[in-house]
């Protein structure tokens, strides 16, 4: 139950000074606390006997204020430091969780989804701070304040007055074992729905503009009215455990008062006990039945404090499957591309997605890749980033495997454009810069220039400092594309990616592109895959991929004296390209 509380241990040790006060604080006030019952039971005392003068009176209420005004302070403290920790490990976790998604793999996403991830670093992080701070306080209140009170009232009262009125105490420990068990498996349940529901909410509000153009709203709503009817039970379930705690505590403290009042009474009549002691007992008793709803706090918020832990470790647990080679070799330039029988299959795939793959590029060449859709371009060209386990056969940058180049290093040379344009919700200007926040305004025009998006600039409201709304929204297609050509550009990288990245562009503003490619790049290495062929003739070496394997390569020219696929390809878009005019 408290192994949520080991399972932290490493904050603790760091906060260790934190703590140490928090905690002795607290249990200074616990002492302190006890002191205001029994001068009242005294002052008591002292009124039945008769002996009570105006002096003493005078002693016991400046006592008491006295007292008072130290707890007051003492409070304050311990209060700041205990939930203070408790805001401190909110932030410690999750930016330890951030950082971790920063190291994971594509196939990490694509076996988890947004909204659960987004559940686990918000309310999940949430619950383990509560656990960390209010926790803490119950832990402490139900075990060394409890003792500290039953203490005072063995030994200033009666013991055998505290032994029968803590009777029903262990009838509290038996239920909160049991339903703290239920709290925790009901709560790990809902917990996983609300990821679920939050998963829902994402993909609905992303993809609404084809929710509405399909007609499908009232789908989508019946989808998640379901959904959050599985989160409104999963928390009922929570609920109608979490409602057993109260009543229990309540009913056992109600035991406890009438043992202690009969009991107390028969005590005082047979002179056991004075009236002042029965008074001081029964203001112990008062401050007991706090410590008794800690104990069934403290069950609860330990439960869902370690469940929800176990859901951020089930994140933070997992390695990514590329890791980082711990002696990377030293690779200065990437000076040749080798690929040697390669042959990749995606984790989740059941067939080779790549076959038996081989050719070599050198520095300032550019290799064309075209085939059919579905062929393998984009999973050929995203071997070079390194982002799945390799497959069989050999990758060599500048005759080093690719398994041991540091992913830093590698990445560093790679200006990737992807077929799937990835733009921020921030300015044209921040998201051209993105990878190179040092960029001047003239490299930044001189990469919009060359990716050919200058005029388009002009007909954006704000020129570069247009917000793209999120994901690019309010950009077309073609812009999108252009403006993460000019992302790409602007740090001038070794290897330049680009993957299908001109295909919403017409071919006029196309050849521009490739034209400036050509003059821009010179001596540096170009990957292209494409479905117009025009955007690779003028490669060294073009790859026509089918189902993974390369069934045709050559130059441009070589290629269309095969008479292959590639030539039959080129016929068909020379007509399409005269019927259309350009
Ligand atoms: P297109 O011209 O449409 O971009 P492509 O030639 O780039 O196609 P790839 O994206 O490389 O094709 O996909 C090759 C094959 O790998 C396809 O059959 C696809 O289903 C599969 N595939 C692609 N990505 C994944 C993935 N992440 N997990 C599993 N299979 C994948
Ligand atoms: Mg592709």
Redesign the pocket.
């Known amino acids: 139950m408290f192994s949520v509380l080991r399972d932290l241990g490493w904050f603790f040790r760091r906060e260790k000074r934190r703590y140490s006060i928090g905690l002795i604080l607290l249990i200074v006030v616990g002492v302190l606390e006890l002191l205001p019952p029994r001068l009242l039971g005294n002052a008591i005392d002292e009124i039945v006997r008769g002996s009570i003068t105006t002096g003493s009176l005078l002693k016991y209420i400046g006592a008491i204020t006295v007292m008072m005004l130290i707890i007051y302070w003492i409070t304050y403290v311990w209060m700041h430091k205990l939930f203070g920790g408790s805001n401190l490990v909110e932030r410690l976790l999750r930016s330890r969780f951030m950082n971790h998604l920063m190291t994971m793999t594509?196939s990490f996403f694509?076996k988890n989804r947004t909204g659960d991830l987004m559940a686990r670093a918000t309310n999940d992080i949430r619950a383990v701070a509560t656990t960390v701070g209010f926790g803490m306080l119950t832990l402490v209140d139900s075990t060394v304040y409890l003792s500290v009170v039953l203490l005072a009232m063995g030994f200033l009262v009666s013991w055998k007055l505290t032994l029968a009125a803590v009777l029903p105490l262990p009838l509290i420990a038996i239920a909160m074992i049991f339903y703290g068990k239920a709290i925790h498996d009901r709560y790990s349940l809902a917990q996983d729905a609300f990821g679920d529901m939050n998963d829902q909410v994402l993909e609905s509000v992303s993809g609404i503009r084809v929710i509405r153009a399909y007609v499908q709203e009232r789908l989508d709503e019946k989808r998640f009215a379901d959904i959050t009817e599985d989160v409104y039970r999963k928390n009922m379930a929570v609920a109608r455990v979490d409602a057993f705690f109260e009543p229990t505590i309540r009913f056992c403290v109600g035991l406890s008062y009438i043992i202690a009042l009969t009991y107390g009474i028969y005590l005082v009549f047979r002179n056991q006990i004075t009236l002042g002691d029965l008074v001081s007992f029964n203001m112990y008793l008062g401050m007991i039945v706090w410590p008794m709803f800690a104990i069934g706090e403290l069950i609860n918020i330990m439960q869902r404090g370690g469940a929800s832990l176990e859901r951020i470790d089930e994140t933070t647990n997992t390695r990514p499957d590329v890791a980082d080679v711990a002696s990377p070799v030293a690779v200065a330039q990437p000076t040749r591309i080798d690929f040697k029988d390669v042959t990749f299959r995606?984790?989740?795939?059941t067939i080779d997605?790549l076959s038996g793959v081989s050719f070599s590029l050198s520095q300032g060449q550019t290799l064309g890749v075209v085939?059919?859709?579905?062929?393998?371009?984009?999973?050929?060209l995203?071997q070079l980033l390194h982002e799945y386990p390799t497959g069989k056969g050999d990758i060599r940058i500048a005759d080093v495997p690719i398994e041991s180049i540091a992913l830093d290093k590698l990445h560093s040379w790679m200006g990737y454009v992807p077929?799937e344009q990835i733009l921020f919700s921030k300015s044209v200007r921040e998201n051209i810069q993105f990878g190179y926040d040092k960029a001047s305004d003239e490299r930044i025009m001189q990469a919009i220039t060359a990716a050919a998006f200058q005029n388009d600039l002009g007909t954006l409201s704000d020129g570069l400092d247009t917000l793209v709304g999120e994901r690019g929204v309010s950009l077309s297609g073609g812009q999108k594309q252009r403006v993460s050509i000019s992302r790409a550009f602007i740090a001038n990288p070794e290897i330049l990616i680009l993957?299908?990245a001109l295909s919403a562009v017409d071919a006029r503003t196309e050849a521009r592109i490739i034209d400036n490619i050509r003059e821009e790049r010179a001596g540096k290495t170009t990957l292209i895959?494409t479905?117009r062929l025009s955007a690779v003739e003028h490669a060294d070496l073009i790859l026509v991929?089918d189902n993974?394997h390369i069934i045709e390569r050559g130059t441009h020219q070589e290629l269309l004296e095969m008479n292959g696929w590639y030539r039959e390809q080129f016929d068909r878009q020379q007509v399409e390209n005269n019927l259309s005019g350009e």
Request: hydrophobic share 10%; no cysteine; charged share 25%.
């Open positions: 594509p694509e995606y984790p989740t795939s997605n085939g059919r859709t579905g062929s393998g371009k984009s999973t050929l995203k077929q993957d299908d895959s479905h991929l993974g």
